[in-house]
């Protein structure tokens, strides 16, 4: 079983920041791949960006490529999705998620994935 839970989301103006967190607790290994996603109202849940715990390559969306960064603290077995420049379209419930032995071809697929967080809201508005 693994356990994630996300934090960090909130209300934030357009051109802000945020960080969102999701520590890993559990049966968890180099081979698992980390996602970050998101769903927004009416609107089918999307790929966001991933890493694995056993390699520094990071996997991005293009619609949030160059604004938004995921990173990993391997020792506090926390993932991190660092948001900038924030636009109106970023509103969404993010989730973080967890995948083992997930290839390339399916790790922006959302129903790879085996183990789900409760989501934290990202809001920007002004």
């Known amino acids: 079983q693994v356990d994630l839970v996300e934090s960090g989301g909130g209300l934030v103006q357009p051109g802000g920041s945020l960080r969102l967190s999701c520590p890993a607790s559990?049966?968890?290994?180099?081979?698992?791949?980390m996602g970050w996603f998101r769903q927004a109202t009416g609107k089918e849940r999307e790929f966001v960006a991933a890493?694995?715990?056993?390699?520094?390559?990071?996997y991005y969306a293009d619609s949030v490529k160059g604004r938004f960064t995921i990173s990993k603290d391997s020792a506090k077995h926390t993932v991190y999705l660092q948001m900038n420049s924030l636009i109106p379209e970023d509103t969404a419930i993010y989730y973080c998620?967890?995948?083992?032995?997930?290839?390339?071809?399916?790790?922006?697929?959302?129903?790879?994935?085996?183990?789900w967080g409760q989501g934290t809201q990202v809001t920007v508005s002004s």
């Open positions: 998620a967890a995948g083992n032995r997930l290839i390339l071809s399916t790790l922006r697929i959302w129903t790879s994935y085996d183990h």
């Open positions: 559990g049966r968890t290994s180099s081979n698992y791949a």
């Open positions: 890493i694995r715990w056993g390699s520094a390559y990071t």
